[in-house]
């Protein structure tokens, strides 16, 4: 439980850095509470970049939240270990 509390706090740290929209909750849709598809590619690639995991493109598009992003990070991360 605690690795996913870790996890889900690194990708709030992560979206408030790169983006500077520091208002994210876990469960919102962070596009909603003000990153821009600009500001998408450069967060992916900082999440691959501090997860060292590949995140491929239609499932970060399909995780609009933090929560999501962190679940998502962490199931990638398995069955990249594996």
Do not use: W
Not at 7 to 16: E, F, G, Q
Not at 53 to 82: H, N, W, Y
Request: proline share 4%; hydrophobic share 40%; with cysteine.
């Amino acid at each position: 439980m605690s690795d996913h509390l870790d996890s889900l706090d690194a990708v709030l740290n992560t979206i408030r850095e790169v983006t500077g929209v520091s208002q994210v909750l876990p469960d919102q849709d962070f596009y909603d509470a003000g990153v821009t598809s600009v500001q998408a590619l450069p967060l992916l690639l900082e999440l691959e970049e501090r997860f060292h995991v590949t995140i491929p493109d239609d499932q970060f598009v399909a995780a609009r939240s933090a929560r999501r992003l962190s679940e998502m990070i962490q199931d990638i991360g398995k069955r990249e270990c594996a």
